[in-house]
């Protein structure tokens, strides 16, 4: 089975650009959550969406917008870029066994914004 | 100060020997995440924790809510384990939200 995939896996964009990282999760997970991490910090929290809804959104700002689509793959679109908007971006897809939580993650997509 | 913090940062240990990492947490939380990375590739989840104890093979996990602490035991530690470990809390991060905030990880290594 494939894991976590994500699209691309490198990207780089000028300030004042927008960009879209696409996500498609482990079939039959209908969690994906992003994440944002900056060289040398833990990853922090974006978005979580489950069945196409939004369920949590972190401390970002309004530039950043996400959507999942009805086969629960998922898009992150970053308006407006900024330079701090440089960093790793990860995407989670989730299924719970019981009372169990399992988390899998993709390899990220390395933004880098010039 | 971060509010998941991990020790140690760096643990390099020799095979067969009993391996422990903490994590303390400042905040109220819903649920634990011990998670893993070897090089070059992905993260997983080991386990989730609310209370108490899990085991699955050689991993062990432990929390306690009132100490707002947690511990991820390996034993018989094998050069196979090497890889970066990493607790993440769930929390209420405002706005209508709970996510995972991250540890920085540890990174284990296990010399044969």
């Known amino acids: 089975d494939a894991g976590v995939t994500q699209s691309p896996t490198h990207l780089i964009k000028t300030r004042g650009q927008h960009v879209t990282l696409r996500c498609s999760p482990i079939?039959?997970?209908?969690?994906v959550s992003w994440y944002q991490q900056v060289l040398g910090q833990g990853p922090q929290f974006i978005f979580q969406y489950y069945e196409k809804e939004e369920r949590g959104r972190g401390n970002f700002p309004d530039r950043f917008s996400a959507r999942q689509f009805p086969n629960y793959s998922s898009e992150l679109n970053v308006n407006a870029l900024l330079l701090g908007d440089s960093a790793l971006y990860l995407c989670?897809?989730?299924?719970?066994?019981?009372?169990?939580?399992?988390?899998?993650f993709g390899s990220g997509t390395q933004l880098s914004v010039l | 100060k971060n509010e998941v913090e991990q020790s140690p940062q760096n643990l390099t240990a020799q095979e067969g020997e009993f391996i422990t990492i903490n994590c303390s947490y400042s905040v109220g939380i819903s649920a634990l995440h011990w998670l893993q990375q070897h090089p070059g590739g992905g993260i997983v989840s080991l386990f989730m924790?609310?209370?108490g104890k899990k085991k699955h093979g050689r991993l062990i996990a432990t929390i306690n809510i009132q100490e707002k602490h947690s511990s991820l035991h390996i034993t018989a530690s094998h050069p196979r384990d090497s890889a970066v470990y990493i607790c993440a809390v769930v929390s209420y991060l405002g706005r209508g939200a709970d996510g995972l905030t991250f540890g920085k990880g540890t990174h284990l290594i296990i010399q044969p």
């Open positions: 989670a897809s989730s299924f719970w066994t019981g009372n169990d939580e399992k988390l899998f």
């Open positions: 079939s039959g997970h209908k969690s």
């Open positions: 924790l609310s209370s």
